[in-house]
């Protein structure tokens, strides 16, 4: 049976309502992409003593709970050891926390001895980045030293957070010379300079956040404790905290939700220092910069 034919009238009302259906229709010209929401980072920078406690005995488990009872998706460690002496008992501290956490790591030395017997590992101290998401790359760069002082240094990780790159970087500046601390600071900022990645910066910087070295990061940074701190966020010593020397520092594009100074019992027994937790959040923005 033949379909009867449409006219040329009924064809051209066809067409007027095809068109008009929305689902068919076209996108208005320019019309921006939805922007991937962001992405929630749970920071901390902790100096942890190489291990040792209030008690004075090493104990890794302990700041493996702090990290872990705080879901913690990425944190700076000063004071590290990498098979450095009998005070860790040789033990790679780093990697043991990583393997332990099942997070990721990278690891700076800046103080790289000669074992005590030939064909051990090198003895090594410093700082470290521990993360859950993967680390895409990293290098680590040593900072001005005065004289005889400890060699200090600049660990950088970037890291992928659910499509968006983040530069971290760890330091531990020099504790008995301001100048020096300076000279840190300038090359410090020289490093992470102007990029396009947002960037957050762990440290323990041995000076309060009056200070000229202080206000010369904070001038191209936004410290996480201005930002969303409530009261003096000491941090030093855990016997008696009346010092704010540990920091989260991060790019201005970055948004801090929260950050408080740990001072649960078990986060104050575990270092000399107590850690310093961030809730962050990274711009959806970024999602795929720099692929």
């Known amino acids: 049976m033949r379909l009867p034919r449409l006219s040329r009238r009924a064809l051209s009302v066809l067409a007027v309502a095809v068109l008009a259906t929305p689902a068919l229709a076209a996108a208005p010209a320019g019309a921006a992409e939805p922007q991937a929401p962001d992405r929630p980072l749970q920071v901390m920078s902790f100096n942890i003593h190489h291990g040792a406690g209030s008690d004075g005995l090493v104990d890794l488990s302990h700041i493996a709970g702090v990290i872990r009872d705080n879901h913690v998706d990425v944190v700076g460690l000063q004071e590290v050891d990498r098979h450095f002496g009998t005070r860790s008992d040789f033990v790679d501290q780093a990697a043991w926390l990583a393997r332990e956490l099942r997070m990721h790591v990278v690891f700076g030395a800046n103080l790289d001895l000669d074992p005590i017997e030939a064909g051990q590992p090198r003895r090594q101290f410093g700082t470290a980045i521990l993360s859950t998401a993967p680390i ?60 396009d990645e947002s960037v957050v910066l762990f440290g323990d910087l041995n000076a309060d956040p009056w200070t000229p070295e202080i206000q010369a990061l904070t001038d ?38 929260s950050v408080a100074v740990l001072t649960d019992p078990e986060s104050a027994s575990a270092s000399d220092h107590l850690p310093v937790l961030a809730e962050l959040h990274l711009p959806g923005a970024k999602v795929g910069l720099g692929r």
């Open 136 to 195: 895409l790359d990293w290098d680590n760069t040593l900072l001005p030293r005065f004289g005889e002082h400890e060699q200090r240094g600049l660990l950088r990780a970037r890291v992928n957070v659910r499509g968006v790159p983040v530069q971290v970087y760890n330091t531990h500046l020099e504790h008995t010379n301001r100048p020096e601390r300076l000279a840190q600071v300038e090359a410090i900022t020289g490093l992470i300079g102007a990029q």
């Open 220 to 257: 191209r940074l936004v410290d996480a404790w201005e930002a969303a701190g409530l009261g003096d966020g000491y941090t030093y010593p855990t016997y008696d905290p009346h010092k704010r020397i540990d920091y989260v520092l991060q790019s201005g594009d970055v948004i801090v939700r």
